[in-house]
Nanobody, 120 residues
Framework: QVQLVESGGGLVQAGGSLRLSCVAS????????MDWYRQAPGKQRELVARSTSRGTTNYADSVKGRFTISKDNAKNTVYLQMISLKPEDTAVYYC??????????????WGQGTQVTVSS
């Protein structure tokens, strides 16, 4: 059993900052990569930032220079630091991770999401 739990969302004014956290727990043997996605009302879920097992990072063009993904491997935690937030960043933010469990299987897991609302 593996769980991903996000936290750190909230209401912020445009130009403000938030830091999201996602902690993975359970029968974890290893984590290949951890990503942040978001889904705005009426829109498809989109990849925001990716942190691979090799430590490389990738970002959606819309957040480059404003969002930073980082990981604490010892804590099985991924963070998303968001600055200069815009109203169009309003969405539910989800954590996703490719996790190998103690039975040796590699699966993709999702968190429950955390709401980020940016007011203009």
């Amino acid at each position: 059993q593996v769980q991903l739990v996000e936290s750190g969302g909230g209401l912020v004014q445009a130009g403000g900052s938030l830091r999201l956290s996602c902690v993975a727990s359970g029968s974890i043997l290893g984590i290949n990569g951890m990503d942040w996605y978001r889904q705005a009302p009426g829109k498809q879920r989109e990849l925001v930032a990716r942190s691979t097992s090799r430590g490389t990072t990738n970002y959606a063009d819309s957040v480059k220079g404003r969002f930073t993904i980082s990981k604490d491997n010892a804590k099985n935690t991924v963070y998303l630091q968001m600055i200069s937030l815009k109203p169009e960043d309003t969405a539910v933010y989800y954590c996703n991770a490719d996790i190998r469990t103690l039975d040796g299987r590699l699966r993709s897991y999702w968190g429950q999401g955390t709401q980020v609302t940016v007011s203009s």
